[in-house]
């Protein structure tokens, strides 16, 4: 369904995050004899972006409010695997995303999606920034913050769209060119098993539209998964786009020197590959390297240092909510001593690994609630000998200031989610930040 087959409709709305009160209010201004009738929240969100006609109501009346609705708008984060969904879906009401309907909207058309487990923010940022270096117009929307239906008057210009796998599950159209930068296992909690998971992210490759693909060649499961387009360009190994000892190289021929990446870690550089490879198969001229990075920032809560004093660097990864994310943090400090706080939201991870290399380091470790006491048990079964779990962050950051070593690195690598204790990641970080800024 495209965005403008709404207009003389009556739309269901579950939920009042950024995406769907972007829709309620680009629906007003775009297609005014479209009607929001019913609109479900399950907490005492803001609906002042709703029309005041539309009806209030909570999840236990929704199967019954949104059967008389021609189509239901959901943000993201409400799981099509609701039971409630289900329930609709039999008794025939569309379900989609502001974000398909845009996609749909605009057939995909000179679209870059980008998603994976970990890094698909850095990944779009970077590459709408080489594309904007290069000296073309380009939008940078999607799951990273800005809603894509706001890219409605920007249909000549190139868009990089992050897409979570909340967004991909129901997708009818792709985009024009879709990379896929890894895969582990998250979001058990939307997607029910892991499997489900795995191939809901991976439906990306082939959705209609999808004309070009971009794979990590360094997953496994991104390189065999089925897909419908016809090229495909990879990245991580030669010829193409790939790390290096010595930095970045392409076709075997080094381009960028490490103290030349915008961004810290092998993880990182990995990162800049994929970026370089979505633009060749944009069709976009590379910009001079590594000159075209001028000016580029990392993101927030992306091992971003917070913190510089008496020789101890404070680091927030607050994005990490995996346990391969956090790894690919402590190796991006390989020759620093490491104290690390991990642990948040129980999601199933399994620390086993994470815990051997927090061990082979000698790190400190310091466990956070909910799983924090999993992550300090598989440090110590792999012979770590100061990791201890703490009552919350507070506690986290005394411990860690407790007399550190001189080049010491306190990360903030969680390996979980946040919503344990904190709205979301950004406030976790932040909260970190404060609290080692305060010393």
Known sequence: MRFSELDGKSIGVWGAGMETTSFARVLAATLPAATISVVVLEDDADVSAFAPGAKIIGPADAVDALSGCDVLVRSPGVSIYRPELGELARRGVATATPTALWLAERGGDRVLGVTGTKGKSTIASLVAHLVRAAGRPVQLAGNIGRPALELLEHSDEFAVVELSSYQIADLSCGPETALVANL???????HVTEEQYRHDKLRLLMLPGVKRCVLDATCAAVVAAPRACRESLAYGEPPGWSV????????????????????????????VCAALTALEALGVERPPLPEAFAGFSPLPHRLQIVHEADGVTWVDDSISTTPESALAALASFPDRPIVLIGGGQDRGQDYDDLGRALAARGARVLGLPD???????????????????????????AGAASAPAPGTVVLLSPGAPSYNEYRNFQERGDHFAALARRG
Request: hydrophobic share 45%; charged share 25%.
């Open 184 to 190: 582990y296992r998250e979001h058990l909690d939307w």
């Open 244 to 271: 290096t000892d010595g930095g970045i190289a392409r076709d075997g021929e080094l381009v960028l020197a490490p103290q030349e990446l915008p961004l810290l870690g092998p993880h990182n550089a990995l990162n």
């Open 371 to 397: 799983t924090g006491g999993r992550l300090v048990e598989a440090a110590r079964t792999a012979g770590a000998t100061d990791a201890v779990v703490v009552e919350d962050l507070l506690a986290a950051v």
